[in-house]
T-cell receptor
């Protein structure tokens, strides 16, 4: 069963920030939050991960609430190429790397 | 940027036939995975492989499936006797470490069983 809850779909205007929420209220202390995306049936692509601190890389920022029960992936300036399904996944770092994908959020970036 | 490559991109096979899907993981990666995605459904884990043996497998990965790393660069998934319900996208992935911090996925092989 999925450990995360994400909205089914979201729209975002091109050039604006896309904020994708994820609830993971049952997350345990040693579980990380990972984000992947899948562009139109291509292979999933790693975006970012974090434990409790906010993280930023060249693709996105990850904001994790203090109680770690939810997080938000932020794409600061969404482009049409960011249209994809975004998956929020929680897993224990150190476990074998198999990922459990949920249904994700279908993000549509519109001109 | 390093990438995982998969061949063929599309395979059509008759029910009951054997198929082999091929993957070339990133060269310094040690952990390899197969996933599948039936059209319109979630990406599902099939099997993980390390040090020439299966580390973990899902319920989907039954006796009809096998994996192999025949020559130190290729990583293959064999389906012995394909069924219609095996039609799906099959993704290979690799990671450098067991934590699987960043899994790199190939572009997939679309398998169509007719």
């Amino acid at each position: 069963d999925a450990k995360t809850t994400q909205p089914t779909s979201m729209d975002c205007a091109e050039g604006r920030a896309a904020n994708l929420p994820c609830n993971h209220s049952t997350i345990s202390g040693n579980e990380y939050v990972y984000w992947y995306r899948q562009i139109h049936s291509q292979g999933p692509q790693y975006i970012i991960h974090g434990l409790k601190n906010n993280e930023t890389n060249e693709m996105a920022s990850l904001i994790i609430t203090e109680d770690r029960k939810s997080s938000t992936l932020i794409l600061p300036h969404a482009t049409l190429r960011d249209t994809a399904v975004y998956y929020c996944i929680v897993r224990v770092r150190g476990s074998q790397g198999n990922l459990i994908f949920g249904k994700g959020t279908k993000l549509s970036v519109k001109p | 940027e390093p990438e995982v490559t998969q061949t063929p991109s599309h395979q059509v096979t008759q029910m009951g036939q054997e198929v082999i899907l091929r993957c070339v993981p990133i060269s310094n990666h040690l952990y390899f995975y197969w996933y599948r995605q039936i059209l319109g459904q979630k990406v599902e884990f099939l099997v993980s492989f390390y040090n020439n043996e299966i580390s973990e497998k899902s319920e989907i990965f039954d006796d009809q499936f096998s994996v192999e790393r025949p020559d130190g660069s290729n990583f293959t998934l064999k389906i012995r006797s394909t069924k219609l319900e095996d039609s799906a996208m099959y993704f290979c992935a690799s990671t450098q470490d067991p934590q699987g911090t960043e899994a790199f996925f190939g572009q997939g092989t679309r398998l169509t069983v007719v």
